[in-house]
């Protein structure tokens, strides 16, 4: 079985190692260091930032009767559209 040679990552996470100044392999060694309990936490909590940071620059709002439903389909592709446009 052949394995692949590179790596394919999510493009939010590429783009969050961007927004570090980093590439995918160096961000996750170094949240491995800097997030030993859970290594994903740095990731999850800077893509929460960037939902709210979107949500407040587009005013889209998530279904639900408070608002805190579910995004879209439509909402998710606005969404990675825009962090592409951030973090290039």
Known sequence: MN?????????RY?????SQGR????Q?????EA??????????????E?????S???GERRLGHHGDGAWTDK???MFDAWLQEQYQ
């Not at 394995?3 to 493009?11: A, D, G, H, L, S």
């Not at 590429?14 to 961007?18: G, N, S």
């Not at 590439?23 to 160096?26: A, I, K, L, M, R």
């Not at 960037?50 to 979107?54: D, P």
């Open 3 to 11: 394995q692949p040679t590179v790596k394919e990552y999510n493009p």
């Open 23 to 26: 590439g995918p392999e160096e």
């Open 56 to 58: 407040a620059e587009t």
């Open 28 to 32: 996750k060694a170094h949240d491995r």
């Open 35 to 48: 997030w030993p309990g859970g290594y994903a936490a740095g990731f999850m909590l800077w893509l929460r």
């Open 14 to 18: 590429i783009a969050y190692a961007r």
């Open 50 to 54: 960037q939902w709210n940071a979107w």
């Open 75 to 77: 909402q998710h592709k």
